[in-house]
């Protein structure tokens, strides 16, 4: 192995021995200028914040809490994150897991090419880890890796589903959208696009959020239909009554219902900021989103 491939194979693959953490309590208000890049609920219904490069915060009992530790491998923030069976993997520049029970960082060395990790998602027992080297792919017992050389169109995955007829399609940056069949047969749709996040909301459809846009496919009949709105519109959740939600940078937010597009903002609503980082949605009840500067908590009703 090269000096350059130890140095990457060391910064992502860290030995963490079951080390306990601490959490920090932190003023009401000590996350009001502060970045927030990234949202997550875990299953105890505890929200954790990622701030940009300045720690990484939850809210417990409408206390908030950082998280402490003194070892350089914990990360300082998180751009995706999962929760399997009890344990919370984040990623970043990196890749930690988090014993969620026990708040214990677990032993972990992982063989992901990806310096920069953008989304771990998982299909049942699979995780994929998909990042700035393409995608390694976990089953539980062995690891498989896609890149340019066995299939991508791009080494620059953003994002990474699994669609319910079994088909596996990769978000890349500058290859468009790459599908892997059951069979093993890649297809290859919106060459042009940079995709930058996919979200599923029935057994056929999928959201695209784009640079430009976002783009609804039909995974079945592989048909694409494109919304262009002037800004990426991220896709982030789908409340039951079916309305989709998008956040954007520089725009706020908007909805679509499966008819009509509303896009609410800090000037016709009670939105604090028009630069919307992240997004979740809490009990059907509360909107969680991260602003460039803090966080705020709205009733669904009210967008």
Request: net charge neutral.
């Amino acid at each position: 192995m090269t000096q350059i491939g130890f140095l990457i194979f060391a910064i992502i693959s860290f030995q963490l021995n079951g080390q306990e953490i601490q959490f920090e309590l932190q003023a009401v208000d000590s996350l009001d200028n502060k970045e927030i890049r990234g949202l997550f609920q875990d299953t105890q219904n505890q929200i954790w914040l990622s701030t940009k490069g300045k720690g990484i915060y939850k809210s417990k009992e409408g206390q908030i809490q950082k998280l402490k530790s003194n070892d350089q491998n914990v990360l300082n923030s998180f751009i995706c994150a999962l929760e399997v069976q009890g344990e919370i993997w984040f990623g970043a520049r990196g890749v930690m897991k988090l014993d969620n029970q026990n708040t214990q960082l677990l032993s972990e060395k992982l063989p992901v090419k990806s310096t920069v990790v953008f989304s771990i998602t998982n299909h049942g027992e699979q995780i994929y880890f998909s990042g700035n080297r393409g995608v390694a792919m976990y089953d539980g017992k062995t690891w498989n890796h896609y890149d340019q050389t066995n299939g991508l169109k791009h080494q620059v995955v953003h994002d990474t589903k699994v669609d319910a007829a079994g088909n596996t399609w990769f978000a890349t940056r500058k290859g468009g959208l790459n599908m892997l069949n059951k069979e093993g047969e890649w297809h290859y749709f919106l060459p042009t696009h940079n995709c930058r996040k996919l979200l599923l909301t029935s057994e056929k459809e999928m959201w695209i959020g784009t640079s430009t846009g976002t783009i609804l496919m039909d995974t079945s009949a592989r048909t694409s239909q494109e919304f262009s709105k002037g800004a990426a519109l991220i896709p982030q959740f789908q409340t039951k009554e079916g309305t989709v939600f998008f956040t954007t940078e520089g725009k706020g937010v908007f909805i679509y219902d499966g008819t009509a597009w509303k896009n609410y903002n800090a000037q016709n609503s009670p939105l604090k900021s028009n630069v919307v980082h992240s997004a979740i949605l809490v009990d059907e009840n509360e909107i969680w989103l991260g602003f460039d500067k803090g966080f705020q908590v709205l009733e669904k009703q009210k967008l």
